[in-house]
């Protein structure tokens, strides 16, 4: 069975900014490395159109090769949006999702093939809530950002997570690797 894993940036305070974090190149090659290990992305509409950012690269190239091979990466790999505004996604690799988020989730993870990556704070929230996330990759940035988008916002039941590995980037930022464990405690 495939894994469901939540890969997401966050400030050391909690808020996921995505100009919060240090975007470098070792940073970037991590997340195309995980792209190309995965067979899917799963965004809602806000991310979906934040990311379409990368097309921009694929025609006029930065300078830096590590950004020009996340947009390689971000580009190919199929992207499945939830999304109750958007009638349709103009990234060729990308489609919108006639399914609930559990129903699409539960059907990837029954077919043969590497994970699936979530890439999104709100399906994160959501599919914790569900308990269909097998491990979550929290960047954990060394900036205080104050405030903004809390990562576990609405959350009502209490979820302990086991630490399985970290990884540390010389810019500060660590990944903190975790699985759920199966015990929930009100």
Known sequence: MRKIIAAI?????????????????????????LLDQADSILYGRITYQLMEF????LENPSDEKSMNDFAI?????PKI????????????????SNQTIEKEVLALKQKSGSNILIGSRSLIIQLMKLNLID????????????????????????????????????SGALI??????KIHLP
């Open 54 to 57: 990368w097309k921009t690269l």
């Open 9 to 33: 940036n966050m400030s050391l305070d909690g808020f996921c900014d995505h100009t919060a974090g240090i975007p470098d190149e070792e940073l970037h090659q991590h997340y195309t490395d």
């Open 135 to 170: 491990e979550y990759q929290f960047c954990v940035h060394p900036v205080v950002v104050g405030s903004g988008l809390p990562l576990f916002e609405n959350i009502n039941e209490r979820t302990i997570l086991k630490l399985i590995k970290t990884k540390t980037f010389s």
């Open 81 to 96: 949006v939830f999304s109750h505004t958007l009638k349709d996604v103009e990234w060729d690799t990308a489609r919108l």
């Open 73 to 77: 990466a971000i580009n190919k790999i």
């Open 176 to 181: 903190l690797y975790y699985e759920p464990t």
